[in-house]
């Protein structure tokens, strides 16, 4: 929150008036020093704590990262003849994130049943977990640029480490002033992330818990597609078109709209980091045409409150890719097809999995810029429809499709959870996961219950302390009621009760 004289009404409104200016529009919101640098305003002014936004956020994250200190006279502008020269900002659009952790699973990584192979028996400790390189910020007036580099050092369902785009942006954008209290901000964007574009905490790609360790239990739940999507975890590219539209006495209403379509983003190669069932218990395979996801929400500002509710839908068509050496599929025209390069192979033709994803979202806010304390309450359930095997083949006995026992299904994750921050440097959050559906031996596998249930509930409350703005220290412990259809221990294949995934993580990052 802002700690000054100016109140918080007339912030937004210097930040609204300054799109008529100029400003640009751009992708995902992370505290980045670049950005402090760029507008000359503490993170504090953008972020309840990163990476939650308020309401100044949004809207700087809607005029494109472009908003900036300087004066135009400070930047390098001239014509000549037919020659336009450039127009630069001098300050650095690069910054770098650290993040490292430290994991304590109660039963110790033999829970997973061998699939963690690398690991310690316990207290797992990964220094650094992540590296990313940011180049963040204003390009041109009218395009803001976030690109996000990540080095992974490896670990639970991240192969041996390596560099990877994580979440990344283009955007072109353009404010117009439709009146006193209307602003209406279009852009065209393109990403590599469903939901990167979002402005609140409630989607995909920005719901809390906002980090966790490669060695958590919880990075072995079964999730929905979109769920898993992020940049660096399936690879894929989209282009996409949307606006805001704030209007009402104090423009105190926000209606967002967002549509992309996502394609594979690496080629006709295998994908590099694994595929989707490396990280999120799923299909390995390649997109089969294009995914299309609609973005749509809603927002009020009141005093010291804001409100959202909103909704998504994102509609993916998967090659069950999965089929072991010498089968032989059906392709779209009848004609058969041999597999000969083993799993993860990216044949156009053969069976064909979908996973049609819907959600609806709410967040409430509030936030006290007298004395920077803030709470955010946030709400999120995704529904998922998924279908096996569209295009008929000649698949081992009694399969449907090589990824799935049953030619349907369903998929469900509740997300609810909350944040307190006081004077920007202690907060305290919590919350209650819930994923449910449909029991997939063939999907799921049977390492936890010959079933091949996903359904997992938990409960976690995490301590965070702020030294410094580009500085945090978290600890966070999770309690299982129940570990993808795991109970008691008698229900489990390996012999584990719930409590047995209990996860205690340590966790660190700092950024310049």
Same mark, same amino acid.
């Given at each position: 929150?802002?700690?000054s004289?100016?109140?918080?009404k007339?912030?937004?409104?210097?930040?609204?008036?300054?799109?008529?200016?100029?400003m640009? &529009?751009?992708?995902?919101?992370?505290?980045?020093?670049?950005?402090?640098?760029?507008? $000359?305003?503490?993170?504090a002014?953008? =972020?309840?704590?990163y990476? /939650?936004?308020?309401?100044?956020?949004?809207?700087?994250?809607?005029?494109g990262?472009?908003?900036t200190?300087l /004066?135009? !006279?400070q930047k390098?502008?001239?014509?000549?003849?037919?020659s336009?020269?450039?127009? @630069?900002?001098?300050?650095?659009?690069?910054?770098?994130?650290? !993040?490292?952790?430290?994991?304590?699973?109660?039963g110790? !990584?033999?829970?997973?049943?061998?699939?963690n #192979?690398?690991?310690?028996?316990?207290?797992?400790?990964?220094?650094?977990?992540?590296?990313?390189?940011?180049?963040a910020g204003? +390009?041109?007036?009218h395009? $803001?640029?976030? &690109? =996000?580099?990540?080095?992974?050092?490896?670990?639970?369902g991240t192969? $041996?480490g390596?560099?990877?785009?994580?979440?990344?942006?283009?955007?072109?954008?353009?404010?117009?002033?439709?009146?006193t209290?209307n602003?209406?901000?279009?852009?065209v964007?393109?990403?590599?992330t469903?939901?990167a574009?979002?402005?609140?905490n409630t989607? %995909?790609?920005?719901?809390? %818990?906002f980090?966790?360790s490669?060695?958590s239990?919880?990075? =072995?739940?079964p999730?929905?597609?979109?769920?898993g999507?992020? $940049?660096a975890?399936?690879?894929?590219?989209?282009l996409g078109?949307?606006g805001?539209?704030?209007?009402?006495?104090?423009?105190?209403?926000?209606l967002?709209?967002?549509?992309?379509v996502?394609t594979?983003?690496?080629?006709?190669?295998?994908?590099p +980091?694994?595929g989707?069932?490396?990280?999120?218990t799923?299909?390995?395979?390649?997109?089969?045409?294009?995914?299309?996801?609609i973005?749509?929400?809603?927002?009020?500002?009141?005093?010291?409150?804001n409100?959202?509710?909103?909704a998504f839908?994102?509609?993916?068509?998967?090659?069950?890719?999965? @089929?072991?050496?010498?089968?032989? +599929?059906?392709?779209?025209?009848?004609n058969?097809?041999?597999?000969?390069s083993g799993?993860?192979?990216?044949?156009?033709?053969?069976?064909?999995?979908?996973?049609?994803?819907?959600?609806?979202d709410t967040?409430?806010?509030?936030?006290?810029?007298?004395?920077?304390?803030?709470?955010?309450?946030?709400? #999120?359930?995704v529904?998922?429809? !998924?279908?096996f095997?569209?295009?008929?083949?000649? &698949? %081992?006995?009694g399969?449907?499709?090589a990824?799935?026992?049953?030619p349907?299904?369903?998929?469900?994750?509740?997300?609810i959870?909350a944040?307190?921050?006081?004077?920007? =440097?202690?907060?305290?959050?919590?919350?209650?996961?819930?994923?449910?559906?449909?029991?997939?031996?063939?999907?799921y596998?049977?390492?936890?219950?010959?079933?091949?249930?996903p359904?997992t509930?938990?409960e976690?409350?995490e301590?965070?302390?702020?030294?410094?703005?580009?500085?945090?220290?978290?600890?966070?412990?999770?309690?299982?009621?129940?570990?993808?259809?795991?109970?008691?221990?008698?229900s489990?294949?390996l012999?584990?009760?719930a409590?047995?995934?209990?996860?205690?993580?340590l966790?660190?990052?700092?950024?310049?």
């Open positions: 929150m802002v700690s004289s100016v109140g918080f007339k912030k937004r409104l210097i930040v609204a008036l300054a799109a008529v200016g100029g640009a &529009l751009s992708s995902s919101a992370w505290a980045l020093p670049s950005f402090a640098r760029q507008t $000359g305003w503490s993170c002014a953008c =972020h309840t704590s990476p /939650q936004l308020t309401p100044m956020g949004r809207m700087f994250k809607l005029l990262f472009t908003t200190n /004066q135009r !006279q390098l502008q001239a014509k000549f003849g037919n336009v020269g450039l127009l @630069i900002s001098r300050v650095s659009q690069f910054s770098i994130f650290l !993040q490292a952790s430290a994991t304590n699973v109660g110790g !990584q033999a829970v997973f049943g061998g699939t #192979a690398g690991a310690s028996p316990n207290n797992n400790v990964q220094f650094p977990q992540q590296v990313s390189l940011f180049y204003e +390009v041109t007036p395009i $803001g640029s976030f &690109l =996000h580099l990540t080095y992974s050092g490896g670990g639970s192969g $041996g390596g560099f990877n785009f994580d979440d990344s942006s283009i955007v072109w954008t353009h404010p117009w002033k439709l009146g209290n602003l209406l901000v279009t852009g964007d393109v990403n590599n469903p939901t574009m979002d402005l609140w989607t %995909p790609d920005w719901q809390a %818990p980090f966790s490669d060695y239990s919880w990075g =072995h739940v999730m929905p597609f979109i769920e999507s992020a $940049g975890g399936y690879p894929l590219a989209g078109v949307y805001a539209d704030i209007f009402g006495p104090n423009r105190a209403n926000w967002y709209a967002d549509a992309d996502y594979n983003g690496q080629g006709i190669q295998t994908n +980091v694994g989707f069932a490396a990280f999120n799923g299909p390995a395979g390649r997109l089969s045409g294009a995914a299309p996801y973005r749509l929400a809603y927002q009020h500002d009141w005093g010291d409150w409100w959202e509710v909103g839908g994102m509609w993916s068509s998967v090659y069950d890719a999965s @089929i072991p050496n010498g089968n032989t +599929v059906l392709d779209v025209n009848g058969p097809v041999f597999i000969s799993p993860n192979s990216n044949y156009s033709g053969g069976p064909i999995d979908t996973f049609d994803d819907y959600d609806f967040q409430l806010q509030w936030l006290d810029t007298n004395d920077n304390n803030n709470v955010t309450v946030r709400a #999120a359930w529904n998922e429809q !998924q279908h095997g569209g295009v008929g083949g000649v &698949l %081992p006995a399969a449907i499709s990824n799935s026992t049953s349907s299904g369903n998929l469900n994750f509740f997300n959870n944040t307190y921050w006081y004077h920007d =440097h202690y907060g305290i959050q919590g919350g209650y996961r819930n994923v449910w559906g449909s029991a997939n031996p063939g999907l596998g049977t390492t936890y219950t010959n079933s091949g249930s359904d509930s938990n976690w409350i301590a965070s302390y702020l030294p410094w703005w580009n500085t945090r220290f978290s600890l966070r412990y999770v309690v299982y009621n129940k570990f993808n259809g795991v109970g008691s221990a008698s489990n294949t012999g584990y009760g409590s047995a995934y209990n996860t205690l993580e966790l660190a990052w700092i950024s310049y």
